[in-house]
């Protein structure tokens, strides 16, 4: 895995970008690799993030959509909004994750 | 390791810029079972930025009809490749079996469970979440005629019931899908 510099920390990441190692993340890098993919992080983009990271802390998989819907009371529709076109990425990618493994 | 050795940061490639891909998927089975593969793969496009319509036509229009869609069945008679779903075993009930009353309760209602297990939400739900993400619902002129409905009888996240010229029309140049 490669190791890159976001926000001045050192953090590893897999062949696409995203981050592998849960602890190396923080809200300084989430703001740099939303600023990556065009997106500039508000309160509501912070809600998702922080659903998917406790949600991952726990479950050990990454929210999909409809998790983030039904158990983080994000609407899917505003997550198409925060995230738009693939939520499921870029909302895996801002918050540190692995993208989404389950197909719904 | 030194911060020297750190390699360019590498930005995901999200192609936004690709996504003119449309597709279509024409939904004519009514059977439970079969409602789920345009649902999976739709919601799915979606959440790839693919933009999505589908058509319900034939026994695929239960899917949207309003006193329906919350009771599609699974029958298991005529599948011969039904089974029960237990890893490394093939354990199966005689086809004679299948007609008989309440089998057709029974498999729907497993397929119901598992579907539950999996966290799939039923079709309605499933309509919902593929409307909120910007899916198109189109309901069949000549099913609705058979069906003697009106867009009042239809889920409300149908846009609108179209004939199959419409339909054609609509989807040129999109990927198309019959199931």
């Known amino acids: 895995m490669p190791v890159t510099s976001i926000a001045g920390h050192d953090v590893h990441v897999n062949d696409e970008g995203f981050l592998t190692e849960y602890d190396e993340w923080n809200r300084d890098i989430a703001e740099v690799l939303a600023a990556n993919i065009g997106i500039e992080m508000t309160d509501r983009h912070w809600a998702v993030v922080d659903f998917l990271r406790e949600d991952f802390k726990a479950k050990g998989e990454t929210a999909t959509t409809r998790r983030v819907q039904n158990v983080g009371g994000i609407p899917t529709k505003e997550q198409f909004a925060l995230f738009p076109k693939k939520p499921g990425r870029k909302m895996s990618y801002v918050a540190g994750l692995p993208k989404p493994k389950g197909c719904v | ?179």
């Open chain 2, 1 to 179: 390791m030194s911060d020297t050795s750190a390699a360019p940061m590498i930005v995901p490639d999200f192609g936004d810029d690709e996504t003119d891909r449309t597709l279509a998927i024409i939904c004519s089975k009514g059977s439970l079972d079969m409602a789920y593969p345009a649902l999976v793969l739709g919601n799915a496009a979606l959440g790839e930025g693919v933009e999505l319509h589908l058509f319900f036509t034939f026994w695929g229009f239960d899917m949207i009809v309003d006193s329906r869609m919350d009771d599609l069945q699974f029958s298991p008679a005529g599948n011969t490749a039904m089974h029960f779903p237990v890893k490394d075993k093939s354990i199966r009930i005689p086809q004679a079996v299948m007609p008989l009353p309440g089998m057709t309760g029974m498999a729907t209602k497993m397929l119901k469970d598992q579907l539950e297990a999996l966290d799939i939400p039923p079709v309605r739900e499933f309509l919902d979440q593929i409307v909120a993400a910007g899916g198109q619902l189109w309901a069949c002129q000549m099913s609705a005629d058979m069906n003697k409905v009106d867009m009042d009888d239809l889920y409300e996240g149908v846009s609108d019931i179209i004939n199959a010229a419409d339909f054609i029309t609509m989807t040129e140049g999109a990927q198309l899908l019959f199931i």
